[in-house]
């Protein structure tokens, strides 16, 4: 037996966001997630829940009078940087930094979503 699911990665961020069901839609729409569980609270919000983003597992939650929202820095690596950066804006992102080439291997840009999360996105160009 393992000391951990099938198919998770060691390590999962875990994101407490103001409107989780809005930031898995997003997710979904601009990074092909999977919603793999979902435990939702008596109160209609989301207690708990994890998304499969190519080999990750990414773990989020609603915030709670427990659990403030917490503003968070997410780096993804993705096929077209580009083409993730519009469907991000398409989605409703805002513009942190258009996909720039810049002193490393990766063309890098910035989005931030509606729940508060910065998700730098990045294609390995060299």
Same mark, same amino acid.
């Given at each position: 037996?393992? $000391?951990?699911?099938?198919? $998770? *990665? *060691? +390590?999962s961020p875990y994101l407490i +966001?103001?409107? !989780?069901? @809005? *930031?898995?839609?997003? &997710?979904?729409?601009?990074?092909? !997630? =999977? =919603?793999?569980?979902?435990? /939702? #609270?008596?109160? #209609? ?12 597992? &990414?773990? &989020? @939650? ?5 659990? /403030? /929202?917490? /503003? !968070? $820095?997410?780096? %993804?690596?993705?096929?077209d940087v580009d083409a993730t $950066?519009?469907?991000? &804006? =398409?989605a409703g992102a805002e513009p942190?930094?258009?996909? +720039? ?7 890098? #840009?910035? %989005?931030?979503? @509606? #729940?508060?999360? *910065?998700?730098?996105? @990045?294609?390995?160009? =060299?």
């Open positions: 037996m393992s $000391y951990k699911p099938n198919n $998770y *990665t *060691t +390590v +966001v103001d409107g !989780a069901d @809005a *930031t898995i839609q997003f &997710l979904t729409r601009v990074f092909d !997630a =999977e =919603e793999i569980r979902r435990f /939702p #609270g008596n109160n #209609g919000k989301i207690m708990h829940s994890e998304v499969k983003i190519d080999d990750s597992v &990414l773990m &989020l @939650a609603d915030k709670s009078d427990d659990w /403030p /929202p917490m /503003p !968070a $820095y997410v780096h %993804i690596y993705v096929r $950066y519009r469907r991000a &804006l =398409e942190v930094q258009e996909p +720039v080439k810049k002193d490393d291997p990766d063309k890098r #840009g910035g %989005i931030k979503d @509606a #729940g508060g999360t *910065t998700w730098w996105i @990045a294609t390995k160009v =060299e």
